[in-house]
């Protein structure tokens, strides 16, 4: 299930992430989602995969402050 608009992202990303690096999280899902198309079984392993992807994606350009738990920009 792409993500279209920021909107429909998981609520909690919507909270923790500031609005660039919610960009970031909907676009390498999407390509994930893409990409992983006819490599995985069901929705539920491709879904998986993207939420990987899409997280890493965002851990290359913002890190997460352990002490307040906001993601700030490398």
Known sequence: MPY?????LPKEVQTALPHHA?????????????????KRETD???ESIAHAVDWSAVK???YKDEQTGKWHKK
């Open 4 to 8: 279209n608009k920021l909107a429909t």
């Open 22 to 38: 919610q960009e970031i999280y909907q676009a390498a899902f999407n390509n994930a989602w893409e990409e992983y198309h006819d």
């Open 44 to 46: 539920d392993g491709r």
């Open 60 to 62: 290359q350009k913002y």
